[in-house]
Structure formats: structure tokens, C-alpha cells
């Protein structure tokens, strides 16, 4: 787990450059005002919140990490340590298209990790990391709560189930 | 036994989801039943169902709303187990993508009995995007209707239900894990007690209950705790959905009353074994359930027979492999998950889970070495029960039952440095894995 220390060589990174401050465009704005309408504390509304920034800004990155923590009265830094809890919140940009292997077990034995060697072979990438045209990052995930359809691939919010190392390979050549 | 249609009964028709298709199959008359009767009388009649919770501990539902204090001041919450993310788990999907109303139309009713806050939540997990947005129009519609908001069906109960999407972490399932997500925290667990039914969520005395279970709720208001206890035996009542994956020719989801036969359900309601291989072993109740070899599996799928098993009964998540699948490296894959899981906020689990990932890995590799079977056996004892939540109990469930039934298996590893002949490793091991 990384640390908001100021020397660290995460430090220039992690650190919120004021110059580069985020603010949401007023309709992502107006459904920030209405989460809060939903919980009796403005803590609660982090985890929607950030779901929210996610799709406006793509990452969250420390601005947007501060911001967040100013609107809803929280230390930026308890908004990282939410942020870096949960494994769908991006701590850096991912490319257009997030490719998600399940390869927990009812998936590893009906051969996802072929899935997801197949994926890292074509594209060239070691695990987590997006195609230098910034398209596709390709991920191993937990079981996705899908394994009577396994292997099951999850490309941003769209579940692909039955999945084959042949149906993911021309997926992939039709993602642009 | 025969498959049954109760709490499926809706999902094979077209438009499920719609409040329309809902109603013309006699939905929301048990919220209007219901709102006729006192609170007490529907905790009464959850009690005398004998249901207990579809989430993995098999807790008395009625029992557990009884136990929220009676004189307390703070307002009470019911909240809506929607992550299932244990390994092998895919029930809730089905109702939610399905038969949403049969969902909302119980938590609706829950809610009044539990006389909770008008606002209520689903902390449904992150990655099931589709689900959460088929809830949300099915919210909106409810409202729409008057079956949510102030004053519903003119009982003078009011109740709105917000969805509550996580973010990714197995942990929030637990109810623990869960509440402090909803407060907007990092879903670390807290100690027990005091129970959530005295301090939960926002402080207040606060219920937890599965999907599958408040989607029960309807069904034994429709038809009465008799009829409900009519399906499976004494103590393990009720119509159930069991989850099926792995090495089977049909895996699903399919219903049966409590209590279905594990064998009969893989040999003649699954198809039997893919590539007519010889079965290997079962994980009957999910990821956290220790392993069933093929001469155990002749028992009725409920809570009590499953414990006398030594394993449990879990969420119903049944994943059968065939005989050619590595047992350590499948044992290696479960602990890949828990290590990752872990909130790391005790040692026993937050190293232990690592270093079970890190010894089944170099077994594998062929770097074992003789003594780590029983090290992993050693292990299981001294993570089990010294950790803060069940998860764990949970990690030593599949790698303490492994380690015991397949013995000769590791040691063959350990000895050989390769897999046992006409078992296959179904991963590469040049290809890096995904970091935790
Ligand atoms: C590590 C862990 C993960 C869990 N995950 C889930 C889950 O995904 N869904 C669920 O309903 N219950 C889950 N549970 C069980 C809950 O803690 C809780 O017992 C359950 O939601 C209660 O609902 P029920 O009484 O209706 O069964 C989990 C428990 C543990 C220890
Ligand atoms: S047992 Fe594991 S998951 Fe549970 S609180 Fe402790 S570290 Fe967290
Ligand atoms: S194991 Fe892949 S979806 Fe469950």
C-alpha cells in the first residue's frame, strides 16, 4: 500500500498540482448535488461520487482527489485511502477500452487464462498496462459473479461470457 | 427431485424486468397484504418460515430482526446485500437483471416489518454496471406506482431505496465490510460485537440481509410460513437457487427446494462431468468452502448436512473439476483470491493469505519443499479464528481441506516438481500474473 509521503519517489505524482485544479461541468455538478440528498452524511456520498468523477475525468488523480475532498469535507488523504482500497477506481489513466480478465476459478479451469495471455501476447503489455496508443489496458480480476457463463471478460461495463480465446481476439481487433 | 419455478417463476418471461409484466403476474399484492398487517405480525411470520439467510451464514432471518432493540431512539436501517463476489456465486444476478420488483417489492416489506428509516439501500457491487441501472429504472417505476415514497398505499409508511454501487472489493460483502463502505470508507470490517442490529450503519441499529433472502419475503407473505416450510426439511426450509460452474456440461443457475441432492444435481441436472471425465472434487458453498471429494458428494445440499460434512453450505456456489485439474494449482488460484482480498487490517490474514499464495506457487514451480504441506496445514490453524472477520476462516477453508484430502497429491509435487500424470496446470507459468 503506498504512503503520502513527501519524499517519496511517488511524492511530485501523488501530489495535487493546484495549477491543474478540476471542477465538474454543471450537469455532472447537478448530480453530484443530488447524491447528497440520498445519505444522512456527505461522507457516505464518496463512493458514488467517485464513481462519478471517474466517468467525467476518466481517473481520479489527486486533483480531482482533492477536489472531492473539498466538496464533501473530507481530508484528501482519506480520499486516496478509499481510492486505493477499491481496485475499480483508476489511480492512473486507463486506455478507452479496459479489459478485464476473470481468471478466479470457475473461469481459470474453463481456460481463461489463455483469455488473458492471448490479450497480453497480441498487445504486448505486461498486466495493467494500456497500449501506447492509449486503446486497450488489459487487467486480471476476480470473479466477476458470472461463472455459470465462464470464462466471462468484462470490457468497461459490458460482461462478455462464454468468451473464447478466438471470440476475444477479434473483439479486440474491432476496438478502436 | 424435479426443478421447481417459485423464485424463478418470473424470469423466463419477456420484458421480466417491467413493472407491468410484474403486476400481471400478481406482483406487489404481498406489499398490499402485508401493509394490512402490523410489523410484528410479518417478523412473526418470517419467523415461523424458518428461513434462514441466502448470504453464506444460513442465520434465522426472523431471529435476526428480533433482534433489533426495542427502546433505541436512532432510526433503523435495512440494507440490501447485493455484492456477491464470492467465488462461484452468480444467484443474485439473476433476480436483479430478471425480476428486480420481486427484490424491491421485499425490501419494501422487510423494511416496514423492521420499522425501518424512510431511507433504505442496495450496496450492489461495482462491476455489476447492467444490474445496477436495471434497479435504478425499476426504483424509478416503483415510485412512479406509489409503492415507494411517502405515505405507500396510503399505510402512512414511508420508504425510498437508494442503489449504492462498491468499487471492486470482496470484503464489502461482509456486513461489516459493507456498512463502513456505505459510510464512504475503506471496507475494512469492524469488531463484533456490538452487532449491526444494535450499531450499524450511520450508528444506528441496522439489518443486513441477502437479495435471495428479501426476495423470499413476498413469496412466504403470498402464500404463508407453512407453504415456505413445504419445500426442503426442518430448520432448511424454503425454495432455493443453487449456482453451478466449472466442469459440468450445463452450468446455471437452477432452483430446487432446499435440500436438493448434490450428486443428482452434477450427474442428471448438470449434464454430468465435460469430457466425461472422472469428477475430481466439489466446492459446495463458494470460494470459502472446503473441498468435497467425489465419495462425499452423496448429500442433500442444505446448511445442516453440509456442516456435518465438515464443509458448508455457503452461498450455494458449487464448483465441480474434473480430474484433470491440478489440485494445487486450483488450491493456489483460491488463495491468489484471498490474499488479494484481504483488507489487511489483521496479520494472521493479511500475511498468512500471502504466504499461503506465495507456498502453494513455489509447489507448483516445483520449488516445494518437503514440509510444506504440513506448513500449509499449520498455517490454516494459526489464521483460522485469529482474525478479525470470517474471511479468515474463509482462506483456510479450500487450502486445509486440499492439503488433507489431496495429500499425495502435493506430495507428488513436491517430490516430481511437475504436475500428477493426466492432471493439466491451467495457467503458463512464463505469463506474469496480475499483481495484488
Ligand atoms: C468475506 C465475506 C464475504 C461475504 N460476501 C457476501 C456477499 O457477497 N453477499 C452476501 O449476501 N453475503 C455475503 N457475506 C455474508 C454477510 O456477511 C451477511 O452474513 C449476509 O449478507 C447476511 O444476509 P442473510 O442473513 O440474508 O444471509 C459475506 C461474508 C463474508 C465473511
Ligand atoms: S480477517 Fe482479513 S479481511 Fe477480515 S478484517 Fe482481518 S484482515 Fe480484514
Ligand atoms: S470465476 Fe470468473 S466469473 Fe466467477
Redesign the interface.
Given at each position: 500500500?503506498a504512503h503520502l509521503q513527501p519524499d517519496s519517489p511517488y511524492a511530485t505524482e501523488r501530489y495535487a498540482d493546484t495549477t491543474r485544479s478540476v471542477e465538474f461541468k454543471p450537469d455532472a455538478k447537478a448530480k453530484f448535488d443530488a447524491l447528497l440528498e440520498?445519505?444522512?452524511?456527505k461522507?457516505?456520498?464518496?463512493?458514488?461520487a467517485?464513481?462519478l468523477a471517474q466517468e467525467e475525468f476518466g481517473w481520479i488523480s489527486p486533483e480531482v482527489m482533492v477536489y472531492l475532498g473539498t466538496l464533501?469535507e473530507?481530508e484528501p488523504a482519506k480520499v486516496f485511502?478509499?481510492v486505493s482500497?477499491?481496485?475499480?477506481?483508476n489511480q492512473k489513466p486507463v486506455g478507452k477500452h479496459h479489459v478485464q480478465v476473470c481468471?478466479?476459478?470457475?473461469c481459470?479451469?474453463?481456460?481463461?487464462?489463455d483469455i488473458?495471455?492471448r490479450c497480453?501476447e497480441k498487445l504486448g503489455l505486461?498486466?495493467?498496462e494500456t497500449t501506447k496508443d492509449g486503446r486497450i489496458t488489459v487487467?486480471?480480476?476476480?470473479?466477476?459473479?458470472?461463472?455459470?457463463?465462464?470464462p466471462v471478460v468484462?470490457i468497461n461495463?459490458?460482461?462478455h461470457e462464454n468468451a473464447s480465446v478466438e471470440s476475444i481476439d477479434k473483439l479486440l481487433d474491432t476496438l478502436k | 427431485m424435479e426443478p421447481i419455478k417459485v423464485l424463478t417463476k418470473n424470469v423466463d418471461k419477456p420484458n421480466s424486468a417491467a413493472i407491468d409484466t410484474y403486476i400481471a403476474g400478481g406482483g406487489y399484492e404481498s406489499l398490499k397484504k402485508a401493509l394490512k398487517s402490523t410489523p410484528d405480525e410479518i417478523v412473526q411470520l418470517v419467523k415461523d418460515s424458518e428461513m434462514r439467510g441466502r448470504g453464506g451464514a444460513g442465520f434465522p432471518t426472523g431471529m435476526k430482526w428480533g433482534f433489533l432493540p426495542k427502546d433505541s431512539p436512532m432510526p433503523r436501517y435495512l440494507l440490501c446485500n447485493a455484492d456477491?463476489?464470492?467465488?462461484?456465486?452468480?444467484k443474485?444476478?439473476v433476480i436483479i437483471e430478471k425480476d428486480p420488483h420481486l427484490l424491491i417489492e421485499g425490501m419494501i416489506i422487510s423494511a416496514y416489518a423492521i420499522k425501518s428509516c424512510p431511507?433504505s439501500y442496495i450496496y450492489i457491487?461495482?462491476?455489476?454496471?447492467?444490474g445496477a441501472m436495471i434497479l435504478v429504472k425499476a426504483l424509478e417505476e416503483a415510485r412512479a406506482k406509489g409503492f415507494l415514497g411517502k405515505n405507500i398505499l396510503g399505510s402512512g409508511f414511508d420508504l425510498d431505496i437508494?442503489v449504492?454501487?462498491?468499487?471492486?472489493?470482496?470484503i464489502c460483502g461482509e456486513e461489516m465490510g459493507l456498512i463502513e463502505?456505505?459510510?464512504?470508507?475503506?471496507?475494512q470490517p469492524r469488531v463484533k460485537p456490538p452487532f449491526p442490529a444494535v450499531v450499524g450503519v450511520?450508528g444506528s441499529p441496522t439489518i443486513v440481509n441477502n437479495v435471495e433472502t428479501l426476495s423470499c419475503v413476498p413469496l412466504i407473505v403470498e402464500h404463508g410460513a407453512e407453504w415456505f416450510k413445504s419445500f426442503g426439511q426442518p430448520k432448511n426450509t424454503g425454495p432455493k437457487l443453487y449456482?453451478?460452474?466449472?466442469?459440468v456440461k450445463k452450468?446455471?443457475?437452477y432452483e430446487f427446494p432446499m435440500g436438493v441432492n448434490l450428486k443428482e444435481l452434477i450427474y442428471e441436472h448438470c449434464g454430468g462431468i465435460t469430457d466425461d471425465l472422472p469428477l475430481k472434487a466439489v466446492?459446495p458453498g463458494g470460494?470459502s468452502a472446503p473441498m468435497l471429494t467425489p465419495d462425499e458428494i452423496d448429500l442433500p445440499m442444505n446448511f445442516d448436512a453440509l456442516m456435518k460434512a465438515g464443509t458448508m453450505f455457503g452461498s450455494a456456489?458449487i464448483?465441480v473439476?474434473n480430474s484433470s485439474?491440478c489440485i494445487v494449482d486450483?488450491t493456489w488460484?483460491?488463495s491468489k483470491?484471498f490474499a488479494?482480498?484481504s483488507?489487511?487490517q489483521c496479520t494472521p490474514c493479511r500475511e498468512g493469505t500471502n504466504w499461503m499464495e506465495t507456498i502453494l506457487d513455489r509447489i507448483e514451480r516445483g520449488g516445494g519443499r518437503p514440509q510444506d504441506a504440513d506448513l500449509l496445514f499449520d498455517m490454516t490453524d494459526n489464521i483460522g479464528g485469529k482474525s478479525l472477520c470470517a474471511l479468515g476462516d474463509a482462506a483456510c477453508g479450500p487450502v486445509a481441506s486440499a492439503v488433507k484430502k489431496f495429500r499425495d497429491e502435493f506430495m507428488y509435487h513436491i517430490e516430481h516438481k511437475s504436475c500428477l500424470p493426466g492432471t493439466k496446470r491451467?495457467?503458463?507459468l512464463d505469463?506474469?500474473?496480475?499483481?495484488h
Open positions: 500500500m440520498r445519505y444522512p452524511t461522507e457516505a456520498a464518496l463512493l458514488p467517485l464513481h464533501l473530507i485511502g478509499v482500497f477499491y481496485n475499480m477506481y481468471t478466479n476459478l470457475s481459470m479451469i474453463r481456460n481463461a487464462y488473458y495471455d497480453l505486461q498486466p495493467g487487467t486480471e480480476v476476480e470473479c466477476l459473479g458470472s461463472c455459470g457463463t465462464a468484462q461495463n459490458d460482461y | 456477491e463476489s464470492e467465488p462461484g456465486t452468480f443474485d444476478r431511507m457491487r461495482g462491476e455489476f454496471y447492467k437508494t449504492h454501487r462498491g468499487a471492486g472489493a470482496y463502505s456505505i459510510e464512504g470508507h475503506r471496507g450511520f449456482c453451478v460452474s466449472g466442469h452450468p446455471g443457475v466446492i470460494g456456489g464448483i473439476m485439474t486450483a488460484r483460491m483470491f488479494h482480498e483488507c489487511g491451467y495457467r503458463r505469463m506474469p500474473v496480475g499483481a
